[in-house]
């Protein structure tokens, strides 16, 4: 029965195919006609499917371009907001001191302004009664007001210097706890804009008194300039300018002793620096003329002790007219980060020949976000080119302060110098310190230094170093005891 069943289909299979084959002539034909017209159906689909796809590209290339222009301004967006916030912690930085002082001053104007209507009151109260109407009137100061009065600051400097240097130390006397000086500070305007400035010294340990500074400052000339007239420090480097407990370091550095002198450069003269105008970043250009024809040595008559100090040179001599030359730039490069460079030369004016000090420097400053600290680190090259010595004398320095907050510094500072104009013998130094600020005018500071001297007429070994140690107490009253904020 299976048997019968599978023959049956097999023979009507067989039966099919014998009649698809004598047809096939007709469908062959039509099945040629159908494979064109479904070629021509997906020429066309592949056209317009080519044709979206491209539009599908173009769309999303824009897109795209869209979405990079967006991470753009939303980057440039991120760096504003961050200047911005670090802009206004400087400012609010700034702030805070600036309305501590002058909450000072405010307190003490209307102190006097209180004694001054209650004088002229009492002066009014004793007039006839045809005057009772000008006492409605409001009070004005002449130049005896007190308004007319200048700042007036003091400023001392109580120091302590230990060594074990048998050969001597320099400027620095081994004994007990003196008074290194006492600074008077007298400060006011003369005239809108024109400001004087003068800086008498008391050296109690010598018993003498010498004008350290007395100078008008132009603080509004044209064209964003000013200019200083008269006695002042030459505003030459990164520490002459500065007196000296305004400086980081109970000390000098050594290059700038050898240099310029332990007292540094004080003369008489004009100094005119202006602003660059319209270039993106701030440059100051400075021309500066003195009286010269001195040496940068102190001027004491001393007797020959037969010692020879480990930390003493001759520093160079000027023998007419100093100019001075100088550019300074400051440059932010991060919100929080910005460093100054500058060059500074002086030379004089000597037919015979001239003698040339130049000086390069360079300081980076990073604030750290959100807090009172920052690190401060400032680097100083000098070069002494005298017209009778064949080889240039030359030193550097290298600084490194953190401020950790308000109250608290650490430092650390490295001396290479020649001893002025002497290049066959050199002197380094290391100076690990720290300062403690009571106050904005009050600090404390401990500095050890340990310092070598290599020369060819001093013989190798442990005689020629010493160990030292600074301990300094600055306390003041008035603007100018205020400390420079770097």
Known sequence: MVKTFFFIIFFFFCLFNTVSFANNDVTMDEIASEIKQLQSALKEMESNYKAKIDKLEARLEKQQTEKDYSARIQKVEDDNKVRIRSLEELLGEQRTEIEYEYDIK????????DIEKTRSYGNCSNLPQRTTSLQQRPLFYGTKGSFMNPDVSVVADTFYHFSDSKFGVGEFTDEDMYFREVELGLQGYIYPGVRAEFFPCFEIAEGKVEMEEAFANFLTLP??????????????????????????????????????????????GIDFSVMVPKISIPVELGFAIFDGAKSLAEEEEEEDSGTF??????????????????????????????????????WDDNGA???????????LRYRIPNSWSKILWQNEVYVADVDNIANASKGFYSF????????????FR?????????????????????????????????????????????????VNSTNEFFLQLVWGLGPHAHGIKR
Do not use: C
């Open 223 to 268: 064209l964003n300039s000013n200019m200083l007239v008269g006695k002042h420090r030459v505003r030459y480097g990164l520490v002459n300018g500065l007196h000296q407990h305004h400086r980081d370091y109970a000390d000098v550095p050594l290059v700038v002793q050898n240099f310029l002198g332990a007292e540094g450069y004080v003369d008489e």
């Open 400 to 411: 490194l302060k953190y401020t950790r907050n308000r109250n608290l510094d650490l430092a």
């Open 353 to 363: 020949g001239n003698t040339a000090v130049h000086n390069g420097h360079f300081s």
């Open 309 to 346: 100090n480990l930390f003493d040179s001759t520093p160079v001599a000027f023998r007419d007219h100093v100019f001075l030359a100088k550019i300074d730039t400051n440059m932010l490069l991060l919100p929080h980060l910005d460093i100054s460079t500058g060059y500074h030369v002086m």
């Open 106 to 113: 405010i307190r003490t104007l209307e102190e006097l302004i």
């Open 414 to 462: 490295y001396d290479w110098a020649e001893l002025g104009l002497n290049d066959d013998a050199h002197q380094w130094a290391l100076n690990p310190m720290v300062t403690w600020h009571l106050t904005e005018s009050t600090y404390v500071r401990a500095q050890y230094r340990y310092g070598e001297l290599e020369s060819e007429g001093v013989s190798a070994g442990n």
